[in-house]
């Protein structure tokens, strides 16, 4: 019987190996132990960074406390995170879309007509006509600092005594009012022409308001 031994160079998908044949038998490929060793490391390694996907190092688990701290000093210097209007400088700070006027309880979201005072605990109202006739209510001084408006244009705060009104059908207010407050007596009167309204200052705020606002 003739002995026959084929040597064959393997195909250029593996050419750093060889196959060694018998004649009448299959071939079978030579193991490659350090081929082997790589490609369980390279397995264990893989398996290791999908098992631990969910796993925070030191630095990641430092950088997360301490972002978890400034949310909660936030929370403690009230300063909300999650919309509404933040302040710091003293001034009201409304929800908006989320909490109700003290007066007439329609959610508060426009800012250009949200009123509020903080001489009776701080109070927030959707309408400057809902302020005017919570001070009818609940009277305060004519110079009260504590009693707040936005100015129509800016949507900035603003005391109320310290702003020029106007009364308009052509301004839609909340509650329909049709009162706006304006930091500038300039704008105020360019206002009252262009929407043809009343113009006046804050100790007639309840007289204008006060008769029919609410109709």
Known sequence: ML??????????????????????????????RSSRRRAGRVARLRTRRKGGSHMLSRRQFI?????????AAAGVA??????????????????????????????????????????????????????????????????????????????AWLAACDATYVKSTEIRTPMASGVAAFAAREGANRASVDLNGDLFAFPSLTSFCVTGGHA
Request: glycine share 12%; net charge negative; with cysteine.
């Open 3 to 32: 002995k026959a031994r084929l040597r064959c160079t393997a195909p250029s998908s593996a050419p750093h190996s060889t196959w060694r044949c018998r004649a009448g038998s299959s071939c079978r490929r030579k193991s490659d």
């Open 63 to 71: 950088v997360l406390l301490g972002s978890t701290g400034a949310v």
């Open 78 to 155: 009230g300063v909300s995170l999650l919309g509404g209007e933040e302040t710091g400088d003293g001034f009201p700070v409304i929800r908006y879309g989320q909490e109700s006027c003290v007066h007439c309880g329609m959610i508060i979201d426009d800012p250009r007509f949200a009123a509020a005072r903080t001489d009776r605990g701080e109070r927030h109202f959707d309408d400057i006509g809902c302020l005017a006739e919570d001070l009818v209510a609940f009277p305060a001084e004519a110079e009260d600092t504590n009693l707040f408006v936005h100015d129509y244009g800016t949507e």
